[in-house]
């Protein structure tokens, strides 16, 4: 009897196995990422005794129906040059189960957050910058009607190998179109939205009386219509004294507004941002990119090539004011100006200031230890920070030719964030050609020169780069960077560069040899930030 | 064919021998079922955005034809290579195979407002989605950018590739018109 009934349970369950849907089977993926480095020059042999610096990682998700569960292993033995040292070790630092249905998605473990833009709360992670500030802890999404989204969390932070610290985050984003069920597609779609942040943080024994409990709140809204779209977020934070702001109990504020205009062949873009006294943080005393709860998105733009990122100007939490604009337009195909294929023309410029800080009162230092810091007018314009203008020309010329040409100027305060070495004040030209030479069906050639004039700092520099495809697997890069316009003759250094790879669908292996600095490098096919190295550096990728 | 073979060799034997053998089966059956799970893997569920901001989750990635999830930034060059190369021959493809591609955005808040009038001046009929917290990235296993997958017209994963140089377009159109005439 017994035999049968084990026998019936067996069949039961392996007929269901076979009539269920292939989307409540499991399914395990993943992917892995080395880094490898080994270092031929002194300084990098003096911090990685080692001789070589290696990062790897391997992430694996398994879904099963209304289920997924996965866990992220890291390995830093040593970690690679500019990545910090308290990375060294490995681990299992993120492992996750979540359950989903329609409406409700409830997360155990670590996971990731962005509320609005950003500014009061977002973790993210970055592997080739070394940024992860994930969460730890609880993390619930519910959509009980139509149109509406809230977002919730209370979760500790991770700091390396650690999680430690509080944060608890409501956010709630209305959708009125869909709550109110407009059927009018003609109508302009609003959208409104607030997030409520606090952390909580032990006073300790400290000569000034420190809030355990820091509260921040905002709220968004946008308005889409036709092509264009407008959207705002503001967001408060209470008293915060913190090694950023010297221990004061000013307030926080940020306003963000952006506005875009689109129709084919024709794009603007506006967008405004003022921030004063707004890093927040798990932890008073950290530093550096260190417990931080929030993530404001850099008011200047984001460069591509090499050159124009020389001095790259990077959000200022404590207070900063600006405004970028950018304005594109496609000359049509087939017309004078705008050839066989059509030119697509790109101006744009980004302008950011410091705010301007008075005293509190005749007795009071700004920024004094212990006090309100100090009083900002809103619309007030402190020092200028950093300036550019651009103008961008692409055109395609004919099936096997096309090319770009960006010319930049740019003004950057060297005086208050000393990227450069020398001087106050750096303005500088920057030219940029990238052109690609469609050889056969295959093969193809692309060549970027790229000049940075000026007068201060460093002098000027040179940049040459050949890359060579085979499509669909070879690559070959060549390039060097050369500061020939240096008064110090022995300084005129050369960054070089050797790379080949190969790519097979989504394994990606490449060998460089060279003397590198960091950023964003965009050849062999795909676009990845690299950290500086002077060496032989391996590269392995892969998705499954 | 395989229910065929069930009936034929159950016939033939005894009573304890029938259970014995089923439950051999039945167990066999779904484990391989079980296992062999990764060649039918979907598209998770993830709440991400439009182009215009609007929520969109990526379960209602659909279409008749083949499907194109092509993950890309305004920052990444080969990314924008490859989806100006496509869009001069988009049009032709989606009426000759009903292909659907969704370009994913992974531009994050510091740039993604610059989206909408970067696609429209390219002028690119693609649906175009915004994922600026790499939610989306994160499940579907991308590392770098640009990050292609191929889904044939039951939604299933039939390939993917990262990396772009010229000409890999060739490979795709071929692979979309395999897929749509399955």
Known sequence: MQKIIFNLILLTFSISVLAQEPATKGVLSGNLQFDGTYYTDTLSQSQRPESFGMNAYANFNYTYGKFSAGLRFESYTPPLMGYDPKYRGTGIPYKYLTY??????????????????????????????????????????????????????????????????????????????????FKNTELPYFTLGGSFVSKYQDPQHSSLNLPGNVASGGGRASILYKGFNLSGEYDYKINDPSSDNNFTYKEGEALLINATYSKKGFGVFFSAKRLDNMYFRSDRNASGTNYLINNPPAIAQEHTYALPAMYPFATQANGEMGFQWQVSYKIKKKSLLGGKYGTKITVSCSKVYDIKRDSINDYTAIGEKGTNGYQSDFFAIGDHWYTDFNVKIHKKF?????????????????????????????????????????????????????????????????????????????????????????????????????????????????????????????????????PAFEGLMLSITSTF | ???????????????????????????????????????????????????????????????????????????????????????????????????????????????????????????????????????????????????????????????????YSEGDEEHLYELIRKLAKE
Request: neutral net charge; charged residues 20%.
């Open chain 1, 398 to 530: 004919s099936k096997k030719f096309k090319g770009s040409l960006l010319q930049q100027y740019q003004e950057f305060n060297n005086n208050t964030f000393h990227v450069g070495t020398y001087h106050d004040m750096i303005y500088s030209s920057i030219t940029v050609a990238d052109m690609t030479y469609k050889i056969n069906k295959s093969n193809a050639i692309r060549l970027e020169l790229e000049h940075l004039y000026t007068e201060q700092d460093k002098g000027s520099w040179a940049m040459a780069m050949v890359e060579y495809t085979v499509s669909p697997h070879w690559f070959f890069v060549v390039w060097d960077q050369w500061n020939y316009g240096n008064e110090i003759v022995n300084d005129r250094e050369h960054f070089y560069n050797f790379s080949f790879g190969y790519t097979r669908k989504t394994n990606r292996i490449q060998l460089s040899y060279g003397k590198q600095r960091e950023g964003v490098v965009c050849a062999g096919g795909v676009c990845r930030y690299v």
């Open chain 2, 1 to 163: 064919m395989i229910i065929v073979t069930i009936i034929k060799k159950t016939i033939k034997l005894q009573t304890n021998n029938i259970l014995k053998a089923m439950r051999k089966l039945f167990l066999s059956l779904a484990v391989i079922l079980f296992i062999t799970t990764v060649s039918t893997a979907q598209i998770p569920s993830v709440q991400i955005k439009t182009v215009d901001g609007k929520p969109f989750n990526t379960k209602d990635i659909k279409s008749d034809g083949p499907i194109i999830v092509d993950f890309w930034a305004t920052w990444c060059k080969p990314c924008v290579k490859e989806l100006n190369a496509i869009s001069d021959e988009y049009e032709d493809l989606v009426e000759e195979t009903g292909v659907k591609i969704y370009a994913v955005s992974i531009d994050n808040a510091r740039t993604s407002a610059r989206v909408a009038p970067f696609v429209n001046t390219n002028g690119w009929e693609y649906e175009v989605l915004l994922d600026p917290n790499s939610d989306f990235k994160r499940a579907m296993n991308v590392v770098n950018v640009p990050h292609v997958f191929i889904f044939n017209k039951k939604g299933e994963l039939v390939e993917q590739h990262t990396s």
């Open chain 1, 100 to 181: 989903r249905s329609n409406e409700l998605e409830f997360t155990v473990g670590d996971f990731y957050e962005q509320f609005g833009n950003g500014m009061l709360l977002r973790s993210y992670e970055e592997k080739m910058l070394g940024y992860d500030n994930a969460f730890e802890g609880v993390q619930i999404k519910y959509n009980p009607f139509q149109g509406i989204y809230i977002k919730g969390l209370v979760a500790k932070q991770r700091n390396y190998w650690e999680y430690t610290g509080l944060v608890r985050g409501l956010d709630a984003e209305l959708i009125i179109n869909d709550m109110f069920k």
